[in-house]
């Protein structure tokens, strides 16, 4: 699977190549009408029934959208933010829904916005792929596969909005 992986982002590498665009490292999981997502990862399991995922979803329309509700068969998504208090602390909050801006990309990634996966049938492992869906105000359903990556592999694929 992870060759496969790899292929797939040499060849999306290759299109964007062709097309005279200069964005080789970001990889095209999903479209639909003005909807386009990149970059779809899911981390392997720490905990055995918890994990998380996350993408970019990027907005061509000339109106927002909104992200209303992730979910898969694989267990219980929800959709979360990070918010760190005035002591400090930081803590994940649930989102009611994540507007993707007309024209803009909205990136999900450690440390910030996030898909939490709670109740899973089994572990995710990495090499394994689970199928999401994503509701959109405008866009409605979008479902597509999304590989699962170890943490490390994850993170150099996305970076932290804790280091950037
Ligand atoms: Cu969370």
């Known amino acids: 699977m992870k060759q496969r992986i ?26 639909k009408g003005h909807i ?8 392997a399991s720490a905990a055995p029934d918890v994990s998380s995922l996350y993408f970019t979803i990027a907005n061509a329309a ?6 209303i509700a992730v979910s898969t068969a694989a267990g219980t998504a929800s959709l979360h933010t990070v918010v760190t208090d005035s002591s400090g602390v930081t ?15 909205v990136g999900l990634a450690p440390g910030g916005y996030h898909v939490m996966l709670t109740g899973l049938r089994r572990p995710l492992v990495a090499g ?37």
């Open 128 to 164: 394994d792929s689970i199928f999401i869906v994503l509701d959109l105000a405008r866009a409605n359903l979008l479902r597509f596969r999304v590989p699962v990556l170890t943490y490390t592999e994850m993170v150099e694929r996305l970076g932290t909005l804790d280091h950037e």
């Open 62 to 67: 000339t109106s927002p959208d909104t992200l």
């Open 36 to 43: 386009a997502i990149y970059d779809a990862v899911a981390t």
């Open 91 to 105: 803590s994940m909050r649930p989102l009611v829904g994540l507007v993707i801006p007309a024209g803009a990309s």
């Open 6 to 31: 790899i292929g797939v982002a040499a060849l999306v590498a290759v299109l964007s190549y062709a097309c005279g665009e200069r964005q080789p490292e970001r990889v095209l999981t999903a479209s």
